[in-house]
């Protein structure tokens, strides 16, 4: 996107909680590939989604640093709970101490491995899920997640054209190959509605029919 616009359109959101701006500094510091952190504007529409859906339950796939579960966690229903999935130890205590910060500890539960290990163990029936992990695993995810979302609820996936890799099918890259199969097989599926909102990476908002 353009600067100058992005910036009007950051100035007319509202502003970034401090505690996510410390992080997001942190996360540029201490961190290889900070860029894989949601940020401002792609934290600010997933709280307000979140604060649209007033979930009970929410699953993330990814919290890397943490950004995306605080602005998630933001939107739960009273007495709600957010799990979050990262198969990489070492993000834990970083990411614990910003809850922690954000007064979010008892509502987000950190879950440490794989997530296709995970996700067939756990009980919970979801009203809203975020994928954010591997982009080669996308559609492992989906199917792994897809009959513990309740019907109505919904599926949030990002980075769905990959820098807009999706343009080019031929591509050799993995991670690219891996985004154009899964944005594919969603067109297949039949209980299921979504749009890509074109924001950042792109964001596909997926609603689960029946
Ligand atoms: C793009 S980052 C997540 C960013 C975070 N959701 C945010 O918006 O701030 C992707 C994360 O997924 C993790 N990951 C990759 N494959 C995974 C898997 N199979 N299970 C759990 N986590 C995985 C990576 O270690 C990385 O930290």
């Known amino acids: 996107m353009e600067k100058k616009l992005e910036k009007y359109i950051l100035d007319h959101s509202t502003a970034e909680d401090p505690v996510l701006e410390e992080l997001y500094r942190q996360t540029h510091i201490r961190f290889v590939n900070p860029n894989m952190v949601s940020g401002h504007l792609q934290g600010r529409i997933l709280e307000l989604i979140s604060k649209m859906i007033r979930p009970q339950n929410i699953l993330e796939i ?4 943490g950004y995306s579960a605080i602005c998630m966690a933001k939107g739960l229903a009273s007495g709600g709970k957010l799990f979050t999935i990262e198969i990489n130890d070492e993000l834990k ?26 996700i067939p163990r756990l009980k919970t029936e979801f009203d809203m899920v975020f994928i954010d992990g591997d982009k080669r695993e996308y559609i492992d995810y989906y199917k792994a997640v897809i009959d513990k979302v309740r019907p109505g609820g919904y599926i949030i996936a990002d980075n769905v054209l990959w820098g807009g890799m999706v343009l080019v099918p031929a591509t050799r890259d993995p991670q690219a190959k891996g985004i154009i199969s899964f944005n594919e097989m969603l067109r297949n599926q039949k209980n299921i509605e979504m749009v890509i909102l074109p924001i950042r990476d792109g964001l596909m908002i997926i609603r689960k029919v029946l």
Request: no cysteine.
């Open 93 to 118: 205590l970083f990411a614990a101490s910003f809850f922690e910060k954000a007064g979010l500890t008892s509502v987000i539960e950190q879950l440490t491995g794989n997530a296709l290990d995970i």
């Open 62 to 65: 990814g919290t890397f640093t």
